[in-house]
Each structure stands twice: as structure tokens, then as C-alpha cells.
């Protein structure tokens, strides 16, 4: 299973990324999806989780209202994470998960740890200045 993360970058404060996390889409509509992220001398902390394009749960409370999650409908190959109104603290390195063994309503309930998803992208950094 591969997970190919894309799209970070360095942005001012106040600017917008759009990352991309692509799979196949077996993995998009079966599994637990989920955006991770973590800074220097931090632990892991979970961002947003979806399942197969439908419900989703924020698992960061500072990202409410300027992150956002989606599913890419057409190949359902793809799953998106829209960052707005970025902030200095976003920085850290961003992590595409997927979680085969994670229930669905589970999943869609915010509830699922770092160590419940096995299967991980390399990352892509995203700094805010």
C-alpha cells in the first residue's frame, strides 16, 4: 500500500494550501483516511479524518473552520486536505494515514489514534512565516 502526499510548501500567514494524499481507490473507499501532522519536538497529532467521501471528524480544534477534508469523487483516488487562514503554529511536517481495521463510525467519530492506522505516507512540510 502506498500513500503519495503532495502540495505543502513555505506561505506567509494568512495564505492557503491545498495538500493531496493519492492511493488507490480501494484504500480511499474501504479504509479510514486521515491527515496527521507533526512539529519538531512534538508528538504526532491527528488533523481531520474522512471515510469513502462521506462523514468526516475534526481531531484538531485549532484547525475548525479554516481546515477542511474531501474526497477527490471522480477516481476516488485521491483524498484532499484545504488549509486557509494558515498560522505560524501549522508548521510541521503533514502525514496522509490510512486505517484498515478502523470500524467506520469509529472513524468518523474522531476517536482513532496514530497507532491505529497502518499504513503512512512519507510527508510533506508545510511552514508558515
Known amino acids: 500500500v502506498q500513500l503519495v502526499e503532495s502540495g505543502g510548501g513555505s506561505v506567509q500567514t494568512g495564505g492557503s494550501l491545498l495538500l493531496s494524499c493519492t492511493t488507490t481507490?480501494?484504500?480511499?473507499?474501504?479504509?479510514?483516511m486521515g491527515w496527521f501532522r507533526q512539529a519538531p519536538g512534538k508528538e504526532r497529532e491527528g488533523v481531520l479524518v474522512i471515510y469513502d467521501g462521506g462523514d468526516f471528524a475534526y481531531q484538531s480544534d485549532s484547525v475548525k473552520g479554516r481546515f477542511t477534508i474531501s474526497q477527490d469523487s471522480a477516481t476516488n483516488t485521491t483524498v484532499y486536505l484545504q488549509m486557509n487562514s494558515l498560522k505560524p503554529e501549522d508548521t510541521a511536517m503533514y502525514y496522509c494515514a490510512a486505517g484498515q481495521w478502523i470500524p467506520r463510525s469509529y472513524c468518523t467519530a474522531g476517536y482513532a489514534g496514530s497507532n491505529e492506522y497502518n499504513y503512512w505516507g512519507q510527508g510533506t512540510q508545510v511552514t508558515v512565516s
Open positions: 481507490e480501494m484504500i480511499i473507499r474501504h479504509y479510514c
